[in-house]
């Protein structure tokens, strides 16, 4: 899977059901804590924006304003199922290459594809240690 020279990243049909049917759906594009990008139905980027207004940590809310809300970018589904990904943002996650897009269940993150093998190789920043002891913990 790649970012086209435009921009655009092409939404899998599957991912695209979980959201709605048919061309118009808002997204939201956004830096999350980790090194890619999150990817929102406007819907539920509007949620956590009220949980960052209700935060009494006001350091903290600051911290997410300025961050996860100040560089988030709307993102219209058009009729390819295609998104457009701003370029700071494609910046900012090293998206310059072949990237994995992956399901988190209320939102999608978008990985350099290397990232995504560091993340799940046997280098120093795999996550697989912490992964084997985050199954154990997992009624299955």
Not at 73 to 80: G, K, M, S
Not at 120 to 140: D, E, H, Y
Request: net charge neutral; hydrophobic share 40%.
């Amino acid at each position: 899977m790649t970012i086209d020279d435009k921009g655009r990243l092409a939404i899998p049909a599957r991912f695209r059901q979980q959201l709605a049917d048919g061309p118009g759906l808002q997204l939201v594009v956004t830096k999350g804590p980790d090194h890619c990008l999150e990817i929102y139905p406007a819907a539920e980027f509007r949620r956590i924006t009220d949980q960052i207004e209700q935060m009494e940590n006001r350091d903290d809310a600051e911290l997410l304003k300025m961050a996860f809300v100040g560089l988030a970018a709307e993102a219209e589904v058009d009729r390819q199922g295609r998104i457009s990904v701003p370029p700071m943002l494609r910046e900012m996650a090293q998206l310059d290459g072949p990237v994995v897009l992956a399901g988190q269940i209320n939102r999608f993150n978008l990985w350099s594809e290397t990232q995504w093998k560091e993340m799940f190789g046997t280098g120093p920043n795999s996550i697989q240690a912490a992964l084997k002891g985050a199954f154990r913990n997992l009624r299955r």
